[in-house]
C-alpha cells in the first residue's frame, strides 16, 4: 500500500507553525508496512483541496488529511469532503451526544450551535470517535483509494491514529512487513565512515537498504528491510547489524531512534550510581538541556553553571583570574579548572565543561572562530581536548554538545572495564 499525508491549513504555509503531525503519521503507517509516497501541505481553500483529492485518486490506496475540522468558518474540509464525494451533512447523534458531554459536562458551559455541528458529517463516511475532542475524525472511500480526514490538533490526531486509524488499517488490509534497525554511531564523519563499511555495504542483500543519516558530531545509520516474511527480514537484518558492529564497534554508541547517546550515558550514570554536572560557556547550558531532556535524569544529573560571561567564570565557578589573563578564558587550561570545579562544587563523579568561541565574533578570547576546548572531569583525573568545528555558530554548539557526551560514554566505559 501507498498512502500520501495532506495537512490543511496556511499556519503551516506561511510558518506560523511547525507540521509535526506528518511525521508521527509516517512512522505510524510505516510500522504496518504502509509506504508513504509523499506530504503535501495545502492551503485553506475548497478548490486546492478539490484539486488534490482529484490529484491523488487512484494515484495511492491511502490519503490522511489532517486539518480543517473546528468549528469556526475557517474550517472548510467537511464541507470539501461533501462536495468532493457528492454527499451532504447529516447530524450524527453519536458524536452529538460526546460534544455535549464534553461541554456541558467536562467544561461546565453552555453548549453553543458551533459546538453542536461539530456533530455533522458526511452521510456516507464512516465516523471516527474522537474521544479527546469534538471534531470526530472521518473515513471515506472513492474509486480505489481511502481518504481518511483527521483533526489538526496533535494529541487529537494521535489519539485516532493509534487508537482508531492504525487497528482499523490492520483490520481490512493486508501489508508487507517493513522492518528497520537504526544504528547510532558518535565521532566519526559520513565520507570516513562509508569508506570503512564499503565493502559490508555492497555485500548487503538486495531487500536490505541503507541509508546515511548525518547530523553535527554523529550519524545514524538506517537499515530498512522489506518483505512477506517477518522472521526472515529481521533475522536478516540481525545478522548484518552483528557483522557491521565489528567493524565499527568503536563508534556504534546505540541502536534504534530513540537510542540517543544522552540516553545511553544515562543509563550508563544510572545503572553504576554515577552522578554528573556541567559547566557550559559557548555551550550555553544545551548538554544540560539535552542530559535532562531523558526521563528519570534526576537521577543522576545534579546541576549545571552556564558560566557564559568571564565574570561568572571567576566568580562561581572559582576560576582564578590569573589563569584566565596568562591562558585566555577560551583554553585547556580554563576548561580543565571550570570541570575540576564544578564537579566539587556539585560533589559529583563526573563533570564536563566547554568554553570556546562559537562565533561570529571571538568575544573575550584570541582563539579562532570554531575553537572549543572540552574538559571531563572523572573520578580518577581531568581530560581536556581542543577542537576546531568551523561554522556557522549552531553547528559549533552542535558539535560540542555531542561530542561532549562522546567522551563521557567513553570514559565511563573505561571506568567500567
Known amino acids: 500500500m501507498k498512502a500520501t499525508i495532506v495537512t490543511i491549513g496556511d499556519e ?14 509516517a512512522k505510524s503507517l510505516d510500522k504496518i508496512g504502509i509506504e508513504v509516497h509523499e506530504m503535501i501541505s495545502i492551503s485553506d481553500d475548497k478548490q486546492h483541496i478539490l484539486n488534490t483529492f482529484a ?34 451533512l447529516v447530524v450524527n447523534e453519536s458524536v452529538l451526544a460526546h460534544v455535549t458531554q464534553m461541554i ?23 465516523v471516527l470517535h474522537n474521544q479527546m475532542g469534538t471534531a470526530p475524525g472521518m473515513w471515506m472511500k472513492k474509486g480505489n483509494t481511502v481518504f481518511i480526514s483527521l483533526p489538526g490538533v496533535p494529541y487529537e490526531m494521535k489519539h485516532l491514529v493509534e487508537n482508531v486509524v492504525i487497528p482499523k488499517l490492520v483490520k481490512e488490509y493486508e501489508r508487507p512487513y517493513i522492518i528497520h534497525k537504526t544504528i547510532l ?20 542483500p538486495q531487500f536490505i537498504k541503507l541509508a546515511y543519516l548525518p547530523n553535527p558530531g554523529r550519524v545514524r545509520l538506517r537499515l530498512s528491510a522489506r518483505g512477506t516474511d517477518k522472521a526472515t527480514l529481521e533475522k536478516a537484518i540481525d545478522e548484518n547489524v552483528a557483522s557491521l558492529t565489528e567493524i565499527i564497534g568503536d563508534v556504534i554508541v546505540g541502536f534504534d531512534d530513540d537510542e540517543t547517546i544522552e540516553v545511553v550515558v544515562g ?48 566568580n562561581l565557578l572559582n576560576i582564578e583570574e590569573t589563569v584566565i589573563n596568562k591562558y585566555s578564558v577560551v583554553s585547556a587550561e580554563v576548561a580543565k579548572e571550570m570541570a575540576q570545579n ?19 565574533s571571538k568575544g573575550d578570547s584570541k582563539a579562532e572562530i570554531g575553537t572549543v576546548f572540552i574538559a571531563l572531569a572523572t573520578p580518577e583525573k ?15 554548539i552542535d558539535r560540542a554538545v555531542n561530542k561532549s557526551l562522546e567522551m563521557l560514554q567513553k570514559e565511563i566505559l573505561k571506568n567500567l572495564l
Open 12 to 25: 503551516i504555509l506561511i510558518g506560523q507553525i511547525i507540521d509535526t503531525n506528518s511525521g508521527f503519521i
Open 55 to 88: 490529484t491523488l485518486q487512484n494515484k495511492v490506496d491511502l490519503v490522511i488529511i489532517t486539518g480543517g475540522l473546528g468549528p469556526t468558518k475557517d474550517d472548510i474540509t467537511k464541507h470539501t469532503f461533501c462536495e468532493y464525494f457528492e454527499d451532504n
Open 104 to 126: 456541558e459536562g467536562f467544561y461546565k458551559r453552555p453548549i453553543t450551535q458551533l459546538n453542536k455541528d461539530q456533530a455533522l458529517v458526511p452521510s456516507k463516511c464512516v
Open 185 to 204: 554511531t558518535y565521532g566519526e564523519g559520513e565520507s570516513k565512515l562509508a569508506e570503512r563499511i564499503e565493502k559490508w555495504e555492497n555485500n548487503l
Open 267 to 314: 543509563r550508563l550514570l544510572k545503572q553504576h550510581q554515577k552522578t554528573i554536572a556541567t559547566a557550559e560557556s559557548c555551550t550555553g547550558g544545551k548538554i544540560a538541556e539535552v542530559l535532562t531532556s531523558v526521563a528519570g535524569a534526576s537521577n543522576y544529573f545534579k546541576g549545571s553553571i552556564v558560566s557564559y560571561a568571564t565574570e561568572v567564570k571567576i
Open 342 to 360: 564544578v564537579k566539587k562544587i556539585m560533589n559529583t563523579d563526573y563533570a564536563i565543561a566547554t568554553t570556546g568561541n562559537a562565533g561570529p
Open 382 to 396: 581531568v581530560v581536556v581536548e581542543e577542537f576546531n568545528f568551523g561554522q556557522p555558530r549552531d553547528k559549533v
